[in-house]
């Protein structure tokens, strides 16, 4: 049985981080072990929440992982809460060298930086990014990464540009999510080979939607599925999940409600 160390913050309401890609990975028959790098009572995308920043206590949390000779065929990154945590995320990374390295570089969406995260911070992602075998940054995060100013509407011309700066840091394979794109919403994969997978757009944006996605494709990419297998698929997933919570009027704070459709990945 495939394991994935998910290193992620723990937030307790607003399905994001750890609390989406647990149940995601267990659904699709793989083990997930997290590693916190935070624990809040709520992601920030709410006006008010506790913050619990888990930085000391990481390395020997991760230390005793060695001390038991535990090895992981995927390490996923995500939300990161101080600066020191990328340092020890990324020497986790070095010292993992037959992991798949997944790195959803989490800082910001829609333009804006996330509450947590500190200039230094984006900067220091560029280097976990530049490890990683795939990367899942949305337009803001990509943006940040390639040093171009964001906007609402990308040409397909300037995403792959900033795709190629994406690559220029290191990584294989870059999966750029939530392009708008004629009426439809688009994930770029730009890798050995190029492809777009479109999907219709739902106008409500919930959050942890790159989380969700980002779970889905590590899940996928576990059970040995091509980049394109795994991104189209992951695509569908959110689709289906995000109209349903629209039917049924969740809230975009409180994420999408996924849990229904667990029971169908295949
Ligand atoms: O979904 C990204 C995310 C993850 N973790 C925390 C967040 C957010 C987005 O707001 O606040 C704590």
Not at 97 to 118: A, C, F, H, R
Not at 167 to 184: C, D, F, Q, S, W
């Amino acid at each position: 049985m495939k394991k994935v160390a998910a290193i992620n913050d723990l937030s307790g309401f607003g399905r994001c981080s750890i609390t989406v890609a647990l149940p995601v990975l267990s659904a699709h028959g793989v083990q997930c072990c997290p590693v916190p790098t935070a624990i809040l009572s709520n992601h920030t995308g709410f006006g008010t929440y506790f913050f619990d920043d888990y930085s000391d206590k990481m390395t020997p949390y991760i230390e005793n992982w060695k001390k038991l000779g535990l090895e992981f065929d995927c390490i996923y990154t995500g939300f990161l809460g101080s600066e020191k945590q990328i340092d020890i995320v990324e020497n986790f990374i070095k010292q993992s060298e037959d992991s798949t390295i997944l790195v959803d570089p989490v800082m910001g969406d829609g333009g804006k930086i996330y509450s947590t995260y500190t200039p230094v911070m984006c900067e220091k992602m560029k280097r976990l990014v530049s490890l990683a075998e795939v990367v899942t940054p949305n337009t803001t995060e990509a943006a940040i990464l390639a040093g171009v100013e964001y906007k609402e509407n990308f040409t397909d011309e300037e995403i792959w540009c900033i795709a190629e700066k994406i690559h220029e840091l290191g990584a294989k394979n870059v999966v750029i999510t939530g392009v708008h794109r004629n009426g439809r919403i688009a994930n770029f994969v730009s890798g050995p080979e190029r492809f777009v997978a479109e999907s219709e757009e739902i106008y409500v944006h919930y959050m942890g939607t790159g989380d969700l996605f980002a779970s889905m494709l590590c899940g996928y990419l576990m059970n040995d599925l091509t980049l394109e297998e795994a991104v189209k698929k992951s695509a569908a997933f959110v689709y289906k999940t995000t109209k349903y919570s629209l039917e049924i009027g969740e809230k975009k704070e409180n994420g999408v409600a996924f849990e229904k459709f667990l029971k169908e990945i295949e």
